[in-house]
């Protein structure tokens, strides 16, 4: 597992679930940074594979990333959501 893969699984928040197509939903963390109101109903998704892909269903707000490729300025912004 590559250090930025443990970095986000480790600060997933702990009300979450898994769906059957992989993905993990909670309550996003990003809407506040956007100008939006809090998620409260578990519209932020992220899918853990060999790289990182999050997507928001309240703000609208998506971003991923694949090993081997540059962290991108949205990626980076999200990991440091996801972390503060
Ligand atoms: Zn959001």
């Not at 993905?23 to 519209?43: K, L, P």
């Not at 790289?51 to 309240?58: A, D, E, K, P, R």
Request: hydrophobic share 35%; glycine share 10%; charged share 15%.
């Amino acid at each position: 597992m590559s250090l930025i893969i443990d970095t986000i699984a480790g600060h997933l928040p702990p009300k979450r679930k898994a769906t059957p197509s992989g993905w993990i939903s909670f309550n996003a963390v990003c809407c506040h940074h956007n100008g939006t109101g809090q998620d409260t109903r578990q519209r932020g998704g992220i899918m853990i594979t060999e790289g990182v892909s999050y997507h928001c269903f309240n703000c609208g707000f998506k971003s991923s990333w694949q090993p081997g490729r540059p962290l991108s300025v949205k990626f980076k912004k999200l990991l440091a959501q996801c972390i503060v």
